[in-house]
């Protein structure tokens, strides 16, 4: 699959009305684009859809896209949509879009939580505006009618077997793969990034938007670049937070490879925080030296590989992959150490019951399992080896014994159908109106990934790199420095005017 990690985790259904069926049409007027010539722009019919803790005045629309734009007047997808308009008209200077991570998240659901404090930091000079791509949340869905022992999470993700074996891993691969080719039709092959790409664009010119501005995160920073590198005269002011390598031949299978070496970065954290003596009086100190903790985990995670232990959620057992697969979701930010600290403790305790992490103690739903799975599945081809997967397995648990030869495991994708088309390579052509902002230790978007982002888009781009740990760093994981240039840029269009670096 895919470092989809935290957004694709939490899906829940956003605010809007889910849409499961193609569409007909909204009534629209004509226009052209550059994808499909002569085609239509639809009309947004927006309604208050304001939620508890969200921003206030928040309004819901749906967007119709072309299933195919090769047949733009064809059958039709309807995707959700919300902003959050200017409190301070006069000081509007036009429309930020907030573009998802995953592939699997959803943009309205980000607009509704992060929505508060980018308006504050905004003070009035967009219109805020979240898209659901297709296959997420109050949009288009698409099933695979996958079993449920495939949906949970620590096996749609390919974590190796106890002692390496990916039989297991192929198998199920195989049957995700052929589940999906039969039940999910021209819907879910149609979850691709440039199709995003241009369903933001049909969405621009919905709005009557020359240009948009965009904050896109995680695996929206490709959706992003894409986007940049297709319609280069329709950006404004283009914020990529927390990029990996564009790599066209590679893409989603690169983005999990990486990972191996991202979780060696972001670790010591986890492991100082662990050890800290401040950690004594909240009862989560796992070792007394930070060079202590790394060795404790290992053990434990071989030793639930050999004897899983009964966890309070009855028939999931804590096994060592599903430890595993926590210590990655708490990688994330140094906000989710607590609770994996506290599941480890809990192993260890012969008397204790673990008490598993939502995201680890039942499956997902069918339609979150086709949406992570399809879009890095249809953007390139993967390879399907099963000798040459299972040398490269052992070769990285080897070497990051962490992440147990997961990223670079076999995939559904390995089974899947040959892409429509290929994919976007991201170049230096285009305007200089991109700042990417970048954490140092991202366990999900390694740095060095980053680094080739960077240097794809040239000139295009500034890169802000963060010294800190953790995935997001804008008005999330980040330090103030960080905050304060993006919302300059995103403002008043001041960029660093090199390549810089803050925090510590």
């Not at 699997?104 to 404090?117: C, D, E, I, N």
């Amino acid at each position: 699959m895919t470092t989809y990690p935290h957004r694709a985790l939490l899906l829940t259904l956003s605010v809007a009305t889910v849409a499961t069926t193609l569409t007909a049409a909204a009534p629209a007027v004509r226009a052209d684009a550059p994808d499909a010539p002569g085609a239509t722009v639809p009309a947004l019919a927006w309604r208050p859809c304001a939620e508890p803790g969200g921003p206030a005045g928040q309004e819901c629309a749906r967007l119709p896209v072309p299933l195919d734009y090769r047949d733009p007047d064809g059958p039709q997808l309807s995707l959700a949509v919300t902003r959050v308009r200017s409190e301070r008209p006069a000081a509007r200077r036009g429309t930020l879009l907030v573009i998802p991570g995953g592939p699997g998240g959803s943009g309205v659901q980000r607009l509704a939580a992060k929505g508060p404090a980018l308006r504050k930091a905004m003070a009035g000079a967009y219109d805020l505006v979240g898209l659901d791509p297709r296959g997420t949340g109050g949009s288009t869905r698409a099933s695979c009618e996958l079993d449920a022992a495939d949906r949970h999470l620590v096996t749609l993700r390919s974590w190796p077997g106890p002692d390496g074996e990916i039989d297991g891993n192929a198998a199920r691969s195989r049957r995700i793969a052929e589940a999906c080719r039969r039940h999910g039709g021209a819907v879910l092959r149609s979850f691709t990034t440039v199709n995003e790409a241009r369903d933001i664009d049909r969405l621009r010119r919905a709005l009557g938007e020359e240009k948009l501005s965009a904050w896109a995160y995680s695996y929206g920073t490709y959706v992003g670049a894409v986007y940049a590198q297709k319609y280069p005269r329709h950006t404004d002011r283009w914020v990529l937070d927390s990029s990996s390598d564009p790599d066209p031949a590679r893409v989603g299978r690169g983005w999990l490879a990486n990972t191996s070496a991202g979780t060696d970065d972001r670790f010591p954290d986890f492991a100082a925080w662990a050890a800290d003596p401040a950690r004594e009086s909240e009862g989560l100190r796992l070792a007394r030296r930070t060079r202590d903790v790394r060795p404790l985990f290992l053990a434990l995670a071989a030793k639930l590989d050999r004897e899983p232990k009964e966890s309070t959620t009855p028939g999931v057992p804590l096994t060592g992959n599903r430890l595993r697969q926590a210590l990655q979701n708490a990688l994330q930010s140094d906000a989710l150490f607590a609770g994996t600290a506290r599941l480890i403790q809990q192993a260890q305790d012969p008397a204790a019951e673990p008490v598993l992490p939502d995201t680890l103690a039942g499956p997902l739903s069918d339609q979150d399992a086709a949406a992570m799975t399809a879009t890095v599945c249809n953007d390139v081809r993967w390879p399907a080896s099963v000798p040459a997967h299972r040398r490269a397995v052992a070769a990285d648990r080897a070497r990051h014994p962490l992440t147990a030869g997961l990223p670079v495991n076999i995939t559904p994708c390995g089974f899947w159908q040959a892409p429509a088309e290929p994919p976007t390579r991201i170049t230096a052509d285009g305007p200089s109106n991109i700042l990417m902002v970048q954490n140092r230790r991202d366990p999900y978007s390694p740095y060095f990934g980053a680094l080739r982002m960077r240097r794809a888009l040239g000139e295009r781009a500034r890169l802000l790199t963060l010294e800190h740990g953790g995935h997001g760093a804008y008005l999330n994981n980040g330090p103030a420095c960080g905050d304060r240039t993006v919302t300059a840029f995103l403002t008043m269009g001041r960029r660093p005017q090199t390549d810089s670096h803050c925090g510590g």
